[in-house]
């Protein structure tokens, strides 16, 4: 079974940094590009950013630009998203999913409070 | 960047009646169209990707439709458990980036 879990949410202070990390299992990980989402407490989902299968392409969100930075190791089947200078409008959970197709996963998410 | 506008915000329906759910992009997607359904407190599930092709396990009431700029998705006989938020997501070729519609809140009467 095609299965998504996340960790590394938390509470931080204005300023602060996170890494979340999304373990993959029951699909051949290596070969799927990734994407992170995130949605704002009572609101809708947001695209924050994407890697392709290899690591070697990137894209962000222009609000997360310069402070967060995606990457994946394939050996561990493993997504991140190293999140710096965070705001409290970054408060959000954050999930990772993989494409649109039969098989499209999301994982449960983790929760990340900015806060003071 | 394509905007994704979805109609109407919130639905009420009678379980065993259909639900349409609609969905405009500000410029062609093509068929990269996806449904999802969000219950309370759960993550997004996949329903619909291709605008019309049904993801591993979704029951046959759920089907897609469209293509270009306008998308419809259809509960054909909504069940009690399908009361959550719809949202319709385009994921463009390139670049890579996905946009998402506000959403529409289907109720059941």
């Known amino acids: 079974e095609v299965q998504l879990v996340e960790s590394g949410g938390g509470l931080v202070q204005p300023g602060g940094s996170l890494r979340l990390s999304c373990e993959a299992s029951g699909f051949t990980f290596s070969s799927y590009e990734m994407n992170w989402v995130r949605q704002a407490p009572g609101k809708g989902l947001e695209w924050v950013s994407y890697?392709?299968?290899?690591?070697?392409?990137?894209y962000y969100v222009d609000s997360v630009k310069g402070r967060f930075t995606i990457s994946r190791d394939n050996a561990k089947n493993s997504l991140y998203l190293q999140m710096n200078s965070l705001r409290a409008e970054d408060t959000a959970v954050y999930y990772c999913?993989?494409?649109?197709?039969?098989?499209?996963?999301w994982g449960q998410g983790t929760l990340v409070t900015v806060s003071s | 960047e394509i905007v994704m506008t979805q109609s109407p915000a919130t639905l009420s329906v009678s379980p065993g009646e259909r639900a349409t759910l609609s969905c405009r992009a500000s410029?062609?997607?093509?068929?990269?169209l996806a449904w999802y359904q969000q219950r309370p407190g759960q993550a997004p599930r996949l329903l619909i990707y291709g605008a019309s092709a049904r993801a591993t396990g979704i029951p046959g009431r759920f089907s897609g439709s469209g293509s270009g700029t306008e998308f419809t998705l259809t509960i054909s006989s909504l069940q009690s458990e399908d009361s959550a938020v719809y949202y319709c997501q385009q994921y463009n070729n390139w670049p890579p980036t996905w946009t998402f519609g506000q959403g529409t809140k289907v109720e059941i009467k």
């Open positions: 999913a993989s494409p649109p197709s039969k098989t499209g996963r």
């Open positions: 890697i392709s299968s290899s690591g070697s392409t990137k």
């Open positions: 410029q062609s997607v093509s068929s990269s």
